[in-house]
């Protein structure tokens, strides 16, 4: 055989005899000494909104940055956050305080100085709590004479919003409240009544008796010529009220019209109330603004 062939075979023998040479196994110390030793992969860019860049870019803030207009899949990077607003332990708004005009019985004094002081005992209630501004008159009305009376009346009625008729047991007929009530109404007041009947009498050590809407006897109406007056209930009829013979130059909002020739009672758009059972010392002040709110005050 020729050398040729000689070298042709030992070829074939060589490749035959030689193993090739073992792959490093994945646990094998050369493996792992290799990924430890190979350099970092680099480091991805960053776009110019930051690093939650792409988080945003899906994930709009909504208007409110506290409340997402969609509730990002699985929290999203922070979760669902409650808005400030309900997390909020500021107190409700406080009514705005009225002058207000108290009209009452002289024989139930000592139950209305309860209500007229009411906050004002010690110094601390009278900054923690809020009470109207006491526009009535403090004299005794047995001291003077009518006219003096009828004067005081209309001038302290000047400057408030809302009059409140301090209810006992004979205040529906007190003249002087009917008259008091009666300049409320030309004045444009606000008109509520609060009964006193449960408070204690420190004088007479009782309570009051139970007496009836002094709004039930007062009404307003129109003549036949459809002028407006305020009117008073005698002996089952409405007439013209003696003490305040004025038109009125418009009629109440907080009380429905009604017809030439008919008279409507103020207990049919003014609301009573108990002071002692409605925690009047607190809502006394929210009484009154509605009262003027509804008569546009």
Avoid at 16 to 39: G, M
Avoid at 193 to 218: M, T
Wanted: with cysteine; glycine share 8%.
């Amino acid at each position: 055989m020729s050398w040729q062939s000689d070298n042709y075979f030992e070829q074939i023998i060589r490749a035959l005899s030689d193993s090739p040479a073992p792959r490093p196994s994945a646990n094998s110390d050369q493996n792992i000494l290799h990924s430890l030793l190979k350099p970092p992969p680099p480091t991805p860019a960053v776009s110019p909104r930051g690093i939650f860049g792409a988080y945003l870019a899906n994930n709009p803030p909504a208007l409110d940055s506290f409340q997402r207009s969609t509730a990002p899949a699985l929290g999203g990077l922070f979760g669902r956050r409650t808005p400030l607003a309900a997390r909020s332990t500021q107190p409700a708004t406080s009514p705005r305080v009225r002058r207000v005009f108290y009209s009452f019985h002289y024989a139930d004094v000592n139950r209305v100085n309860q209500v007229r002081q009411s906050g004002k005992i010690r110094g601390i209630d009278s900054e923690r709590i809020k009470t109207v501004q006491d526009r009535s008159l403090w004299e005794s009305r047995k001291s003077f004479n009518a006219e003096y009376l009828r004067r005081s009346i209309s001038n302290n009625i000047v400057g408030t919003s809302a009059t409140c008729v301090l209810t006992g047991e004979h205040t529906w007929a007190r003249p002087w409240c009917r008259f008091e009530i009666a300049r409320s109404l030309l004045n444009g007041n606000g008109i509520f009544a609060v009964r006193i009947n449960h408070l204690w009498c420190i004088g007479q050590r009782c309570y009051g008796e139970f007496g009836p809407n002094p709004l039930d006897y007062i009404a307003v109406g129109k003549d036949a010529q459809g002028r407006i007056y305020v009117y008073e209930h005698i002996d089952s009829g409405w007439y013209k009220i003696e003490s305040m013979s004025t038109q009125l130059l418009r009629w109440p909002k907080w009380l429905a019209p009604v017809a030439n020739g008919c008279v409507r009672p103020l207990s049919t758009g003014a609301p009573i109330y108990d002071y002692e059972s409605q925690n009047g010392s607190e809502l006394l002040l929210h009484w009154s603004n509605q009262a003027a709110k509804s008569a546009g005050r």
